[in-house]
C-alpha cells in the first residue's frame, strides 16, 4: 500500500492490467548453458532424401483363409447361449464331487491302513469288525501291487527318527510294528 490517492480519492495503489511483456528473466536461455557443438556428427545410415511420410502408416489388413468346415460348423451348431446361475451352481457341484471322489479313491489306494487302525480302536462290535474284515482284505490286496511301501516308508523314517538318542542317553523303548 502507498500513500498516493487513487482517481477516486481513496488511498491505496491501482490495479492496472496485466503487463504483456515481462521483465528480464533472472534465468539465463537454454543455449547460454549448452556446452559448445561438437565439431561434425559421425556418419550414420540415415539417408538425407528420405520423407517418413512415404512408409506406411498401418499395416495391411490379413486375410485369413478359414477352413469351410469351420464356417459350416458355426452355422451348424450355433454356440449356446451363457450359462445361468443355476448352470453355475450345477457345474460347481459338479467339480467338488469329482474332487473329493478323486481325493477319496486317492486315500482308499494309498493310506487303505487307516481304517483298520481306526476298528482296532473301537470297541468290539459288528460295525467295528466289519470295517477290520473288509479292511485287512483291501489292505492285503494293495500290498500285493504295491501301494503300502511309500507309506511305510515314511513310518520307517519317522520311527528311525524317533528312536534316535544322543550319545550316553538311554536306548528308546522298543516299538509294536503295527500295519
Known amino acids: 500500500m502507498t500513500d498516493e490517492k487513487d482517481q477516486n480519492g481513496q488511498g491505496g495503489f491501482r490495479l492496472e492490467p496485466f ?4 521483465a528480464e528473466s533472472p534465468f539465463p536461455p537454454l543455449y547460454e548453458s549448452l556446452p559448445p557443438p561438437t565439431p561434425a556428427d ?6 538425407e532424401t528420405a520423407d517418413a511420410h512415404d512408409l506406411p502408416t498401418a499395416p495391411e489388413p490379413v486375410v485369413e483363409r478359414v477352413n469351410p468346415l469351420v464356417t459350416l460348423g458355426r452355422f451348424a451348431f450355433p454356440p449356446g447361449p451363457p ?3 443355476e448352470g453355475l451352481a450345477a457345474r460347481d457341484l459338479r467339480w467338488t464331487t469329482q474332487t473329493l471322489v478323486i481325493a477319496g479313491l486317492f486315500l482308499l489306494v494309498f493310506n487303505a491302513v487307516s481304517p483298520l487302525n481306526w476298528s482296532h480302536q473301537q470297541a468290539p462290535g459288528w460295525v467295528s469288525e466289519t470295517v477290520e474284515k473288509v479292511s485287512e482284505a483291501w489292505v492285503g490286496q494293495l500290498a500285493q501291487v504295491g501301494t503300502d511301501m511309500p507309506r511305510q516308508g515314511l513310518r520307517d ?3 528311525d527318527l524317533k528312536d534316535a538318542r544322543f550319545p550316553g ?3 528308546a523303548p522298543e516299538r509294536g510294528d503295527t500295519p
Open 19 to 22: 503487463p504483456t511483456q515481462g
Open 42 to 47: 559421425p556418419p550414420s545410415d540415415w539417408i
Open 83 to 85: 450359462i445361468d446361475d
Open 157 to 159: 523314517v519317522w520311527f
Open 169 to 171: 542317553q538311554a536306548p
